[in-house]
């Protein structure tokens, strides 16, 4: 039941995604939330970029890369990592806006990452950092600019790309996956409906259960290998929240204030850490918008969003009293 939902959860969120590119930048068809390839971009699908242990052998990860085709010098990119409750989802539920931003004049970068419960976190982090890692390698090739690196991830992609964001200085989370010698720094981070804190997430869903909350709370048990009970350490580990500093990426935090899976709240504390810390955010609170949607008037999220894609500074002013793209 648990894996249905992720898969629901991821496909809503690609939708979500879709309808609030589709305004301003480009039409979305019905499958899979697929888009048609535009004549302006080069897509190129299935590069391996690291390779994953599993318990009956290793996994080799691949990414899909969309770009302006007849790119002659390096351009902005954005990695995408796709949500799905940790345990669904694929690199190819982003393709709209993959070749939404590669239509802006960006070099986007969409991602697998290993699944749980065949893999517990961190496998999870350490493989959406050597993907950044992968990137770094290989900017020449595919005419990245790496001197501004932004990850966008939604509902567990969020909670993957806030610890990416979060954790670059702390080396016990690059794994061995390969491209060593490159950093896995991001410089800014748009996370959408994604969960910060876990420790508090799943208290306040116990102290006041609800059948989304549960489902939240086994998918969470299902990255992790343990209740809070068990092993309230990892729980802490496993939460960006944890290890907010100065140093941390800048932010775009975006949530749907009906959301009945990921509290909004989640969003408003993280922002409130962000900024407490120095780091510049900018926090989107929708009305009318619930787990992977944008709400009525998904407008006026993309002019913010790609504001923020294209280097326009945070705001650093909290949005949850305005109703942020509502």
């Known amino acids: 039941m648990a894996a249905q939902h992720a898969v629901g959860w991821g496909r809503a969120l690609a939708w979500g995604w879709?309808?609030?590119?589709?305004?301003?930048?480009?039409?979305?068809?019905?499958?899979?939330?697929?888009?048609?390839?535009?004549?302006?971009?080069?897509?190129?699908?299935?590069?391996?970029?690291?390779t994953g242990q599993l318990p009956q052998g290793a996994q080799v990860l691949k990414l899909d890369i969309a770009q302006p085709r007849g790119l002659t010098r390096p351009a902005p990119v954005v990695m995408l990592v796709h949500g799905g409750g940790w345990s669904a989802g694929s690199r190819q539920d982003y393709r709209p806006l993959m070749l939404a931003l590669a239509q802006?004049?960006?070099?986007?970068?969409?991602?697998?990452?290993?699944?749980?419960?065949?893999?517990?976190f961190?496998?999870?982090?350490?493989?959406?950092?050597?993907?950044?890692?992968?990137?770094?390698?290989?900017a020449a090739l595919y005419q990245m600019d790496t001197r501004r690196v932004v990850a966008v991830g939604g509902s567990a992609g969020a909670h993957l790309v806030a610890l990416l964001g979060t954790t670059a200085h702390l080396p016990r989370f690059e794994g061995r996956g390969g491209f060593s010698a490159q950093s896995s720094h991001i410089d800014a981070m748009v996370l959408?409906?994604?969960?910060?804190?876990?420790?508090?997430?799943?208290?306040e869903a116990l102290a006041a259960p609800t059948s989304e909350s549960v489902h939240a709370l086994n998918m969470i048990e299902s990255l992790l290998g343990a209740s809070l009970a068990q092993r309230p350490q990892a729980y802490s580990e496993a939460s960006a929240a944890s290890y907010v500093s100065s140093r941390s990426a800048s932010a775009m935090i975006i949530h749907g204030r009906l959301d009945p899976l990921v509290p909004p709240r989640q969003a408003t504390r993280f922002h409130e850490v962000l900024t407490a810390h120095g780091v510049p955010s900018?926090?989107?609170?929708i009305d009318r918008a619930g787990h992977g949607d944008f709400g009525p008037k998904p407008e006026a999220v993309t002019r913010r969003f790609l504001g923020f894609m294209k280097g326009a500074a945070p705001t650093g002013t909290p949005r949850a009293g305005s109703g942020g793209g509502g």
């Open 18 to 50: 879709c309808s609030v590119v589709a305004l301003a930048l480009i039409a979305c068809s019905g499958r899979n939330a697929a888009a048609e390839l535009p004549a302006s971009v080069q897509l190129t699908e299935g590069v391996p970029f690291c």
């Open 104 to 120: 802006q004049d960006m070099v986007a970068v969409s991602i697998d990452y290993r699944l749980a419960p065949q893999s517990r």
């Open 122 to 138: 961190p496998a999870q982090l350490e493989d959406v950092k050597c993907a950044v890692r992968w990137i770094r390698e290989h």
């Open 192 to 203: 959408h409906g994604g969960p910060y804190d876990l420790t508090v997430g799943v208290r």
């Open 282 to 285: 900018e926090l989107i609170v």
